[in-house]
């Protein structure tokens, strides 16, 4: 499976981000995806999943009810919709497919990573 994220830009606070991971493989469409960020200087920190059949999703306490994930297993892709944004939101968003039975919320649960996609959130 290789992932791809996109999506990212400079926006302002309270302003609203969609960001898509798309996969390759269809295989992605058996894996609970992942939404990770991190901001320089801090370890990449969880903000959110779906299991494979989308009934599934968990999320930070810092971006539950702002944030939305989905997948379209038909399309293989994840998408992370950012509402409400806030400065601290600001990161490098990577998603990831989970690959080990471990707490979704750790990094080293998640494999196959795509290269990122800044976002920037001005105050």
């Known amino acids: 499976v290789q992932l791809q994220a996109s999506g990212g830009g400079l926006v302002q606070a309270g302003d609203s981000l969609r960001l898509s991971c798309a996969a390759s493989?269809?295989?992605?469409?058996?894996?609970?995806v992942g939404w990770f960020r991190q901001a320089p200087g801090k370890e990449r920190e969880f903000v959110s999943s779906?299991?494979?059949?989308?009934?599934?999703?968990y999320y930070s306490d810092s971006v539950k009810g702002r944030f939305t994930i989905s997948r379209d297993n038909a399309k293989t892709t994840a998408y992370l919709q950012m509402n409400s944004l806030k400065p601290e939101d600001s990161a490098v968003y990577y998603c990831?497919?989970?690959?080990?039975?471990?707490?979704?919320?750790?990094?080293?649960?998640?494999?196959?990573w795509g290269q990122g996609t800044q976002v920037t959130v001005s105050s």
């Open positions: 493989g269809r295989t992605f469409n058996s894996y609970t």
């Open positions: 990831a497919v989970q690959l080990k039975g471990l707490n979704n919320e750790r990094p080293d649960a998640y494999g196959y």
């Open positions: 779906v299991g494979w059949n989308t009934q599934r999703t």
